[in-house]
């Protein structure tokens, strides 16, 4: 008997055709989160599910449903702080991700994040699209410059590398980073250094995995290591960041700006953030290239098919 599948956001087209050749598939074709039945009905009804970001897979799902027919959780995505993996393991059930195929595009949006955010480009775009552009001056809209400058990253992990690469050979900027664990080539020049002075480059970008161990890792505390000038990014996860102290720290003026591509109750972003013009706001475009999230999509796949042969998961996380 083929086995079910329930894919939970719909992907690219690719994709669809390589899960439906091994698999009956079931496509819920919309683009909000599971509901609390959905997730239930989910672990009942089917052998297998594709989900993703938002998809809340925690704990009190899993103990509502003591003999899951599913058997595995391949997500789309390489963050998976949505899915407790440990209790899903509990469950019987095995959790994968997609590592690796999201680390250029990412980093792509950290370093748009940060020219938009210092250059006022978002800004900018909007004043001449509401037609109060005036012309051309030497004193318009001036920016602050980001060749040359320091940048501090926090965790250097592929998605982490990536950004320094780019930042340091593209942009000549000094890389510094903070990671938890010692990093022992960061495969250019680059010097770890604890989280205070990691906070206190020109730049700072969050490039931590979501979960447990990083919620809120960038709170008030952190936030106060930042220079004035300094300018925060986000392409991580939403809850890194403890949202109403990020606000608080741009309202206030301690920080001059932050760019953000992820939230913490997504798709819901504070009307203070959209309020300001010094902030860089966008709806979670880390990955969002066609051949980027085929990738994913095909990565997903291989999982599952992996599970359906009895192989080892490529990319499994809860071993």
């Given at each position: 008997m083929t086995q079910r599948l329930l894919i939970t956001r719909r992907l690219p087209d690719r994709v669809l055709e390589a899960a439906r050749a091994r698999f009956d598939v079931t496509l819920r074709d919309r683009t909000d989160v599971l509901t609390a039945e959905e997730l239930r009905a989910a672990l009942r009804d089917y052998d297998a599910v594709l989900p993703t970001l938002g998809d809340r897979f925690q704990v009190d799902v899993f103990a509502d449903v003591s003999s899951p027919r599913a058997k595995v959780l391949a997500n789309?995505?390489?963050?998976?702080?949505?899915?407790?993996a440990e209790a899903a393991k509990a469950a019987g059930i095995a959790v994968s991700n997609t590592p690796g195929a999201v680390t250029d595009a990412t980093a792509d949006?950290?370093?748009?994040?940060?020219?938009?955010?210092?250059?006022?480009?978002?800004?900018?775009?909007?004043?001449?699209?509401?037609?109060?552009?005036?012309?051309?001056?030497?004193?318009?809209?001036?920016?602050?410059?980001?060749?040359?400058?320091?940048?501090?990253?926090?965790?250097?992990?592929?998605?982490?590398?990536?950004?320094?690469?780019?930042?340091?050979?593209g942009f000549d900027m000094e890389v510094v980073f903070y990671n938890r664990s010692q990093v022992e080539d960061p495969g250019l020049p680059a010097r770890q250094v604890d989280m205070a002075e990691a906070m206190a480059a020109d730049f700072v970008v969050v490039a931590v995995p979501g979960g447990k161990t990083t919620y809120h890792l960038i709170d008030a505390k952190a936030l106060k290591m930042m220079k004035k000038t300094g300018i925060f990014v986000n392409i991580s996860r939403g809850d890194v960041v403890d949202e109403p102290a990020l606000i608080d720290?741009?309202?206030?003026?301690?920080?001059?700006?932050?760019?953000?591509?992820?939230?913490?109750?997504e798709p819901k972003v504070p009307a203070a953030l959209m309020a300001m013009e010094n902030v860089t706001l966008l709806?979670?475009?880390?990955?969002?290239?066609?051949?980027?999230?085929?990738a994913?999509?095909?990565?997903?796949?291989?999982?599952?098919?992996?599970?359906?042969?009895?192989?080892?998961?490529?990319?499994?996380?809860?071993p």
């Open positions: 789309f995505g390489v963050g998976y702080n949505h899915i407790d949006i950290a370093l748009s994040l940060i020219l938009m955010t210092a250059r006022r480009l978002g800004e900018g775009e909007r004043i001449l699209r509401a037609g109060r552009w005036e012309g051309w001056g030497p004193v318009q809209m001036l920016g602050t410059h980001v060749t040359g400058k320091r940048i501090g990253i926090i965790s250097l992990g592929r998605i982490g590398k990536a950004i320094a690469k780019r930042c340091h050979y720290a741009l309202q206030s003026g301690r920080i001059a700006g932050a760019g953000l591509d992820v939230y913490e109750f709806p979670h475009l880390g990955t969002a290239c066609l051949e980027v999230r085929e994913m999509g095909m990565m997903a796949v291989t999982n599952l098919i992996a599970h359906l042969e009895g192989r080892p998961l490529p990319n499994l996380v809860n």
